[in-house]
């Protein structure tokens, strides 16, 4: 998971709607506000009998049933690996036999990098094994590993300030965490601000909200011109405690070991289904979750549970016999770790329909008990997106804040398709992070049903609609 910021404002008057197909006279809406208010507030009913089956009746725990069924059979999902390959194919085949429409796979081409075996030790001023984890795309050391005395920084300020004392050295990141969006610069830049000053290594302190000795992964970017050295997260507790050795002027000495590698490219897939659209079927409202993950713990959470939420919105859907007017599509994407890569390829492939996509959702930040919708789109939307939402006043979850892209459907969102995402804890999201204890012991149920429910309801009402969500 991967969080980048964009804003899109609109200016318009909320009774000039401007996009769609249904109703329009020279690109602009016949409709008063207050009409679509009452076509929104027209859906209560069904509102409540999807909340009704997702929390209270007989579809309660099936997402969570599925994904822990999917994770304990096939464990971590991996670019490039036997196992994500594995899920995508049992996924083909769970969207087939419940009868969805229109399920296929769409290739595309994946990084494959594998992180080998990886060790840190401390020989100096004590004998201490480190914690690491190999960050995505880093190269390994050679076969003897690299030893080499450290150099503890807080910042990238502080680096350049010590660029002198850096050359030869394993550098140390110990980043203070602020929020993800802002600390995350560091795994992804640090190799390269690090060898720029002549760093045999680097080691960056994991970007999480707590830890319990956890390194976190991710990936990490080199840049063209820059020499490639070798980068891996530690624990908050050891980049703490080597921060505290080096301002007592200790000598710092690491043995660090990887044999990471990256291979060629290789085939996967995006994974769709779809319930198609009953009167403008060419339209679609796009709900979605990544398939694949980090190598570590089971990517329950990151974005094993984005994924089932979405599927479970068809399934809700259907369990109730509903049809909305647009097509309701369900992706699940592959390589998303990598920086979007499945989605990119998906939007390259299908971005010549972009003016009849209504909607992008992506779930991938926890299925946690929801607070609200993330939404980016014209003011126009946003108003008619509270409207759906007041629709989930039954779960006391209404809210529609700021911020809606996702690493998948930010494609769209800067072409100008309105985008949402799902929000909830993300303090408690970055304590399992990209880690091993990311595991179906993160996940709960009862939170799982409402997150599909608030899902299953926006996506429906807004496929339903007589007209697409306006654009900017």
Known sequence: MKLLIFAFFGGAHLLSLCSGKAIYKNGISKRTFQEIKEEIASYGDVAKAIINLAVYGKAQNRSYERLALLVDTVGPRLSGSKNLEKAIQIMYQNLQQEGLENVHLE??????????????????????????????SSIGTPPEGITAEVLVVTSFDELQRRASEARGKIVVYNQPYINYSRTVQYRTQGAV???????????????????????????????????????????????????????????????LKMGAKTYPDTDSFNTVAEITGSKYPEQVVLV??????????????????????????????KDLGLRPKRTLRLVLWTAEEQGGVGAFQYYQLHKVNISNYSLVMESDTGTFLPTGLQFTGSEKARAIMEEVMSLLQPLNITQVLS?????????????GVPGASLLDDLYKYFFFHHSHGDTMTVMDPKQMNVAAAVWAVVSYVVADMEEMLPRS
């Open 288 to 317: 979605s979750g990544h398939l694949d993950s980090w190598d570590v713990g089971q990517g329950a959470m990151d974005d094993g549970g984005g994924a089932f939420i979405s599927w479970e919105a068809l399934s809700l859907i």
């Open 403 to 415: 911020h809606g892209e996702g690493t998948d459907i930010n494609f769209w969102i800067q072409a």
């Open 193 to 255: 601000e690090a060898a720029k000053v002549g760093a045999v290594a680097s080691l960056i302190r994991s970007v999480a909200s707590l830890s319990i000795y956890s390194p976190h992964t991710g990936i990490q970017e080199y840049q063209d011109g820059v020499p490639k050295i070798p980068t891996a997260c530690i624990t908050v507790e050891d980049a703490e405690m080597m921060s505290r050795m080096a301002s007592r002027g200790i000598r710092i000495v690491i043995q």
């Open 107 to 136: 290739p595309v081409r994946i990084p494959h990098w594998e992180r080998g075996e990886e060790s840190a030790v401390m020989l100096e001023p004590r004998i201490h094994k480190i914690a690491i984890l190999g960050l995505g």
